[in-house]
């Protein structure tokens, strides 16, 4: 039956792969949306390389690139996984080409845009403290907001200047965080004890474990999170759309323009590939000008003869 292999695809991606619930919920969204087009009662072992073709054909004329892509991918470990198991012998969706993806620079702030961003923060608003915090530890971690979320007091070492973060796929790693982001922290503990303690008082249940809270003292969410970025995002009048992620994006760029090793951004990023780190190393023109100047031998010439 295809609906237990499918449950056994959704146990190896939970428990071996160490996937988040999302991105299991997903890969089961797309084999399953596949099983209901190409019909379920030929089983696995009936299909043939025709049958993921006419799936993706009919894909394209609704979808975009990235996202016939990323439903072709999950099939391709959907058949993976069943040729490890031994289940079929053939894998059908080996042969299919995957769709070129028009590939985008990841959107960043300037450093100027990010300072803003800090400042937007309220001083006097109950969970400003909070929400400084948070955002001086996502720019000065380039963490992603799972990783935020899901952050324990015991993984921070305020002293070492290192947090311990979970990663995808189950990876754990130090980072590094510099000295206004544990500020933020120590300034936000406080507020942090006392939400816990009248979540208890009232006789509630709170999350004493979480580094980030929410006004009840139980875990923040990532969509909390992404709203609250967005919330000081406008505040702070910023034209480009700022996400978590775009301070991650932030992150890594301002790394890379001011010296740092590829390989290092790559270890504090978590990416398991070098390949995925190098599309940070774009650099505004600004920036680009400015090497130019200082290390050209034409430019130093004519800025010394002016």
């Known amino acids: 039956m295809v609906s237990e292999h499918i449950e056994r695809f959704r146990d190896w991606l939970a428990m071996e792969k160490g ?45 975009k690139g990235v996202s016939v892509a ?9 058949f993976h996984f069943l040729m490890r198991r031994q289940v079929i012998v053939r894998d059908p969706a080996a042969a299919v080409a995957m769709p070129k993806v028009e590939r985008h620079l990841p959107v960043f702030l300037t450093v100027d845009e990010v300072f803003a961003l800090l400042e937007a923060v309220d001083e006097a608003t109950p969970l400003a403290a909070r929400d400084r915090a948070i955002l001086e530890f996502l720019y000065s971690t380039g963490a992603r907001v799972a990783e935020l ?21 189950g990876r754990e790693r130090l980072v590094p965080m510099g000295r206004p982001a544990m500020a933020a922290l120590r300034a936000y503990f406080p507020l ?27 875990r923040l969410t990532t969509r909390s999170v992404e709203r609250l970025v967005r919330l000081y995002a406008e505040r702070a009048g910023l034209a480009t759309r700022v996400t978590p992620h775009a301070l ?38 600004d920036h680009l000008m400015e090497v130019y100047d200082r290390a050209h031998p034409k430019a130093r010439r004519e800025r010394a003869e002016d």
Request: charged share 25%.
């Open 19 to 63: 996937y988040s619930g999302h991105t299991v919920s997903g890969y089961l969204r797309d084999v399953n949306e596949f099983f209901a087009f190409a019909g379920p009662a030929r089983g696995v072992e009936g299909m043939e390389v025709q049958d993921i073709r006419a799936y993706v054909y009919s894909l394209r004329h609704r979808n």
């Open 70 to 78: 990323r439903k072709l991918s999950a099939l391709r470990t959907f």
């Open 149 to 169: 979320s899901g952050c324990d007091m015991d993984g921070l070492d305020l002293a070492a200047g290192l947090v311990r973060v979970m990663g995808k796929g």
């Open 192 to 218: 942090r004890e006392r939400l816990i303690r009248d979540r208890l008082l009232s006789g509630g249940k709170a999350d004493p474990e979480a580094v980030f809270l929410n006004g009840r003292g139980r």
């Open 248 to 285: 991650r994006h932030s992150f890594a760029t301002h790394l890379l323009e001011m010296g740092a090793d590829l390989r290092a951004v790559q270890e504090m990023l978590g990416h398991v590939s070098l390949s995925t780190t190098q599309k940070y190393t774009h650099l505004n023109m």
